[in-house]
């Protein structure tokens, strides 16, 4: 089976930084989404990491350890806009499909 | 920007009934898909669609289901005899492959009463 692990929910405070964690083990690994929803809206895409290390994008970075299954979002100077859920994504290998985790709700307050 | 598509927005459709919902991809997108999301659960694959047919579908995706591309822009998700859990939003999305990001549609959110 696949199984993505994040954590329920987080709260952080406006202009703090943010670090979302997720762990995966799967049969086979093309690649890592992270996604942002807000609520009764649709996944926006944010980042995608395929080799490891950390891939930078404005207040957003996402970084990735294939060893060790493992990726984190970073989100900084953060904003009340940034208030929404973070969803983790696997794609497979041989596989045209994303395998999601249960997704991150982040509460940003001022 | 090129976005996905849905229509409705919302169904509502009495249990038994047949219901479709459609989806207008990005035009030079290759791959399509329907994902589902249940009311605070996590989002799931359904379908994927490539070359006119069915390239791979989840456990979920039974004989009640079907997915056409009836033209050139439109696909669609047909589901024949909803059941009440079969409520959820549902999503289409697009991509050029798996290493493109996918695009997601608005969602459909579909109300089995």
């Known amino acids: 089976g696949q199984n993505i692990d994040q954590p329920t929910e987080m709260t952080a405070t406006e202009g703090a930084i943010v670090q979302i964690n997720c762990t995966y083990q799967?049969?086979?690994?093309?690649?890592l989404f992270w996604y942002q929803q807000h609520a009764g809206e649709a996944p926006t895409f944010l980042s995608y990491n395929v080799l490891d290390g950390l891939e930078e994008k404005g207040r957003f970075s996402s970084f990735l350890s294939r060893s060790k299954g493992y990726s984190y979002l970073l989100l900084k100077e953060l904003q009340m806009k940034d208030s929404a859920s973070y969803l983790c994504?696997?794609?497979?290998?041989?596989?045209?499909?994303?395998?999601f985790g249960t997704g991150t709700r982040l509460l940003v307050s001022p | 920007e090129p976005e996905v598509t849905q229509t409705p927005s919302h169904q509502v459709t009495q249990m038994g009934q047949e219901v479709i919902l459609r989806c207008v991809p990005i035009s030079n997108h290759l791959y399509f898909y329907w994902y589902r999301q249940i009311l605070g659960q996590k989002v799931e694959f359904l379908v994927s669609?490539?070359?006119?047919?069915?390239?791979?579908k989840s456990e979920i995706f039974d004989d009640q289901f079907s997915v056409e591309r009836p033209d050139g822009s439109n696909f669609t998700l047909k589901i024949r005899s909803t059941k009440l859990e079969d409520s959820a939003m549902y999503f289409c999305?697009?991509?050029?492959?798996?290493?493109?990001?996918?695009?997601f549609g608005s969602g459909t959110r579909l109300t089995v009463v």
């Open positions: 994504a696997v794609s497979l290998t041989g596989f045209q499909k994303l395998v």
């Open positions: 999305a697009s991509s050029q492959g798996n290493d493109y990001g996918y695009t």
């Open positions: 669609f490539y070359n006119n047919e069915i390239s791979e």
């Open positions: 799967t049969s086979g690994f093309n690649g």
